[in-house]
Every structure is written in C-alpha cells, then in structure tokens.
C-alpha cells in the first residue's frame, strides 16, 4: 500500500499560524474559519508585497518547527508504517524549508516517513534560488493507493492515477470545491481517513 500525504494542514495547521502570522504583521484580522481561498493572498488581501514578507516569514525554521500538530496524523502514519505500508509526504514547500520540515517530521515521531518537496503551486519565487527535490518527471512515475491532501490545486496531480483514493482532509478553503470524480471522499479528521484506509 502506497500513500500520499501532503503537510500543510493535513499534518499540521499551517494555515492556523497564517491568520495569525497575516494579524501580527498587517493588523489584518481574518479568522482561520474564514480563510475561503488557498490562495492566502487573495484571501488576506495582500500586496504581492505583502504576501511576499508573510511567506518569507512563515519559512524561518523556528516557524516551521512551531506548527502544531494536526490531531492524529502521528499516529495514524505510524499506525500505517506499522502495516507495512509506503508512506511519502508530498509538500509544496521549497526545498529550502526541506531540513526543518524533516526535523518537525522527527519532533512528531514520524522518522520513517519520506520527505519531498514537489513544486505544486508554482509559489517558490518569495524564497530566492529555491529549488524542488522532486522532479515533476520523476514524480509521475510513482504510484499511489490513497492521497491525503487539502488543496484542490493540487488534485490536478493526481489526474495519472485513476484508481487513486483521495481523502480530502475538509478545510474552509476546500468547502464550496467540486471533486473530480467519486473517488474523492471529504474527511473531518485522522479518525475517518484511517478508517477508510484500513
């Protein structure tokens, strides 16, 4: 059994730490509840400047590292590792953030999980000379039974795998999307995506 996992408010809540990352450096007061886009430029209403500094900011290790933990992601990898199972995390963050992403993995006891960075929303650019570990050629050559992901603009990834199961972990940005096909399936928390694995 092979496994996809996005980070970013699949493993942790990333997006928690953006509203208030968006108050602290803007004044802008926007509720994690009421974050309609993954675009969180749109959303915030940032200037590209603006969304610039946030990201750049939301990058430093020390912030990376303090992300909290999406309740039951460790331990259903585990449980998952445990099986027997593949399981990769696929992250749309640079490269550059690839050593305190891995660290955080290993903080939250999930050192046997891969780590890749995959380029999946073309958003590298705030980081000069950032680059991806995971190449799109290499990375259309891997097989996956399951994917955990939150980004409807991401599913496009997933368009070489018919056969793929996508739990769609349910985030306000993810609300109003039309899935794909039937077999993507929304899911409230850990609890629902590990019953559906098995």
């Not at 996992?5 to 990352?21: G, I, K, N, P, W």
């Not at 399981?87 to 999980?113: C, D, K, M, Y």
């Not at 795998?161 to 039937?182: S, T, Y």
Request: aromatic content about 16%.
């Amino acid at each position: 059994m092979n496994i996809y996992v996005d980070f970013d408010d699949c493993l942790c809540e990333t997006a928690r730490h953006f509203s208030t990352l968006a108050k602290e450096l803007f004044g802008i007061d926007l509720p994690y509840e009421r974050i309609k886009y993954f675009n969180l430029q749109k959303s915030f209403s940032l200037t590209d400047k603006q969304y610039e500094e946030m990201m750049i900011k939301a990058h430093q290790p020390e912030i990376l590292l303090s992300y909290k933990e999406t309740p039951g992601a460790s331990n259903t990898l585990n449980n998952w590792l445990d099986k027997g199972y593949d399981v990769s995390i696929i992250t749309g963050r640079p490269f550059s953030a690839w050593e305190p992403s891995r660290e955080w993995l290993n903080q939250h006891g999930l050192e046997r999980v891969k780590l890749y960075c995959f380029d999946k929303y073309g958003r590298d650019a705030f980081i000069k000379d950032s680059s991806f570990s995971l190449k799109p050629e290499d990375y259309y050559k891997m097989h996956y039974d399951f994917a955990v992901e939150d980004s409807p603009a991401a599913f496009k990834f997933f368009d070489h795998l018919p056969d793929l199961k996508v739990m769609v972990f349910d985030r306000p940005w993810n609300q109003e999307c039309e899935f794909p096909g039937a077999n993507y399936k929304r899911c409230i928390d850990w609890q629902m995506i590990s019953e559906l694995v098995g």
